[in-house]
Antibody, heavy 121, light 108 residues
Framework: EVDLAESGGGLVQPWGSLRLSCAAS????????MSWVRQAPGKGLEWVSA????????YYADSVKGRVIISRENSKNTLSLHMNSLRAEDTAVYYC??????????????WGQGTLVTVSS | DIVLTQSPGTLSLSPGESATLSCRAS???????LAWYQRKPGRAPRLLIY???SRATGIPDRFSGSGSGTDFTLTISRLEPEDFAVYYC?????????FGQGTKVEIK
């Protein structure tokens, strides 16, 4: 059974940094592109970043470009999101999601339960 | 970027009725890479439909998707109590993999 478990969220001050992790199990992690998606309070789903199965290709939403880095360690079945220069508008629940079994980035077949990031002084 | 606009914003219906949700793209969606997700409070989003009209594993057949090019529809026939939720469309043909703003299906 596929399982995605996010961790690393918490309260951080504006301009601070945070690293989110997603532990994957139940599938061949390196075969799947992965993404981070967030949902701010009262808002809709927002795609944040994606990475190919090999880790060689990465993509970012304009809202986070230059401030976050997505990475993965296939030997440990782990996906990460390093976030810097955090702003109040980055406050959200962050989800990791797996792509398609073909290796393409979507659709987002499986989702974790999310980790809450709160940016506040 | 392919921007998705969903309508209506809110749909008020009774159990047993049918729901028709619309998703319009700012340009043609690549290779029919259009998906629908269900979002309930406190739960992770769930993939319902991919490739415009294919149901994901375990999704009941009262959920159906249709459309092409820039206009897409999610239909929920015979609404069950557990179907009242927010629904999002998403194009996944090219980056950025944007979502629509969502349609809330609420109990009338």
């Amino acid at each position: 059974e596929v399982d995605l478990a996010e961790s690393g969220g918490g309260l951080v001050q504006p301009w601070g940094s945070l690293r989110l992790s997603c532990a994957a199990s139940g599938f061949t992690f390196s075969d799947y592109a992965m993404s981070w998606v967030r949902q701010a309070p009262g808002k809709g789903l927002e795609w944040v970043s994606a990475i190919s199965g090999s880790g060689g290709s990465t993509y970012y939403a304009d809202s986070v470009k230059g401030r976050v880095i997505i990475s993965r360690e296939n030997s440990k079945n782990t996906l990460s999101l390093h976030m810097n220069s955090l702003r109040a508008e980055d406050t959200a629940v962050y989800y990791c999601a797996s792509g398609d079994s073909s290796g393409w980035y979507g659709p987002f077949q499986h989702w974790g339960q999310g980790t809450l990031v709160t940016v506040s002084s | 970027d392919i921007v998705l606009t969903q309508s209506p914003g809110t749909l008020s219906l009774s159990p047993g009725e049918s729901a028709t949700l619309s998703c319009r793209a700012s340009q043609s969606v690549t290779s029919r890479y259009l998906a629908w997700y269900q979002r309930k409070p406190g739960r992770a989003p769930r993939l319902l439909i991919y490739g415009v009209s294919s149901r994901a594993t375990g999704i009941p057949d009262r959920f159906s998707g249709s459309g092409s090019g820039t206009d897409f529809t999610l239909t929920i026939s015979r609404l069950e109590p557990e179907d009242f939720a927010v629904y999002y469309c998403q194009q996944y043909g090219s980056s950025p993999w944007l979502f629509g703003q969502g349609t809330k299906v609420e109990i009338k």
